[in-house]
């Protein structure tokens, strides 16, 4: 592998930081977390997403030692941490509150931990110097709380974190108080600081945007259990299933039946009277199985004339949302199967070139959509 690629996962001599081994947590017949198993690397800013109730925070708590394990064990280092309290762990947590004392200034605040731990002044005024100068907070040093912006609280919060130089930290929501502008500036501060600290960042998040944009790796999760787990890219492209596919980003999902495989490509039934979808499987589908087709909005192409591509339907527009650097638009079939297409607005001052009730073509490749079994 080479040197400059991040992927201790596919290294097979990387010892994980963290392992979950067969982990289940349950309130009382409730299985929060069931039966997880998964690793996560030192240096790597890891990203568990998935709606609420799914079990992430619960995971969490569990790394933090605020839940124990009703089966399974979690290890740091190598270490089992069932007997290690939390105020003995090489971890730290970031409330989405950030739990900052009103009545300290950002100095003391960040100061607070290393006080507890008894460090010499003079350590301890050198690290809060140097967590100051990292999260860009040394004008606001002698000021309180309520005298910073959101985002400067939550760097305060991020520098007292950190200030004990943890293995791990793990953040719950972080960026969930700020507005999106400033969340995303605060995403890339984020990743910047986890990149010069090289300590490892859980992060727990249902802001899907935040998780591809932060993260190494995203675990995706649904009702106590991990679905997948791949990188941004992978995530998005090749997502495992139905539920990935659908949770990450936009996408159009079309259920058919599989036909006859022709070469390495797969033509596939689904509407009466229009033609088959003809896509490239990584699996094998038997003839006549169930097969979701599902094809990002991006991919799909929208003219006025027929294109070339064999892979064309015949449709109107029946919506259209403007986003600015993006139209989509959403065209209704002759069956009533909608696809969204999305198209760039890369000119200031151009002329829409669809409008509603429209007669348009959309196509795409056989190669541009993934072929799932559920």
């Known amino acids: 592998m080479p040197q400059d690629v991040f992927a201790p996962w596919l290294d097979p001599d990387a010892n994980p930081i963290i392992q979950f081994k067969n982990v289940t947590k349950k309130f009382g017949d409730f299985a929060a977390v069931d039966d997880l198993t998964i690793d996560i690397y030192e240096r790597e800013f890891f990203a568990l997403l998935g709606p609420s109730g799914c079990g992430k925070t619960t995971m969490m708590r569990m790394l933090a030692g605020f839940e124990a394990p009703t089966e399974g064990h979690i290890l740091l280092s190598g270490q089992d941490?069932?007997?290690?309290?939390?105020?003995?762990?090489?971890?730290?947590?970031?409330?989405?509150?950030?739990?900052?004392?009103?009545?300290?200034?950002?100095?003391?605040?960040?100061?607070?931990?290393l006080r507890r731990n008894g460090l010499p002044k003079d350590e301890?005024?050198?690290?809060?110097?140097?967590?100051?100068?990292?999260?860009?907070?040394?004008?606001?040093?002698?000021?309180?709380?309520h005298q910073i912006s959101g985002g400067q609280r939550q760097?305060?919060?991020?520098?007292?974190?950190?200030a004990k130089a943890p293995k791990l930290l793990l953040l719950d929501e972080p960026l969930g108080a700020l507005d999106k502008k400033l969340r995303q500036e605060t995403q890339f501060e984020l990743m910047d600081i986890q990149e010069k600290t090289g300590t490892t960042f859980v992060i727990v998040t249902h802001d899907q945007e935040e998780a591809m944009t932060v993260a190494s790796r995203v675990a995706v999760m649904d009702h106590g259990k991990i679905v997948q787990v791949a990188t941004p890219p992978d995530i998005y492209e090749t997502p495992n299933s139905t539920y990935v596919a659908d949770f990450i980003g936009d996408v159009n999902l079309i259920e058919g039946k599989a036909g006859a495989m022709d070469g390495d490509k797969l033509a596939i039934s689904w509407g009466e009277g229009l033609a088959d979808i003809i896509g490239t499987p990584h699996t094998n589908f038997d003839k006549g199985q169930t097969v979701y087709f599902a094809i990002r909005p991006e991919k799909v192409t929208i003219t006025h004339d027929k294109p070339a591509n064999p892979i064309a339907f015949r449709g109107k527009v029946l919506d259209i949302a403007y986003l600015g650097n993006l139209s989509t638009y959403h065209v209704e079939l002759p069956n009533g199967q909608i696809i969204k297409a999305q198209t760039a607005n890369n000119r200031r001052i151009s002329r829409r070139g669809f409008t509603w009730e429209d007669k348009v073509w959309v196509s795409w490749t056989d190669t541009a959509g993934v072929l799932l079994e559920n």
């Open 81 to 113: 941490m069932a007997p290690v309290p939390p105020n003995k762990r090489a971890v730290n947590m970031m409330f989405q509150s950030y739990a900052l004392f009103p009545h300290l200034s950002v100095w003391n605040n960040i100061a607070f931990g």
């Open 155 to 162: 760097r305060v919060a991020l520098a007292r974190s950190l």
């Open 124 to 145: 301890i005024a050198a690290r809060v110097d140097e967590m100051l100068r990292l999260t860009r907070l040394e004008k606001f040093a002698r000021r309180k709380p």
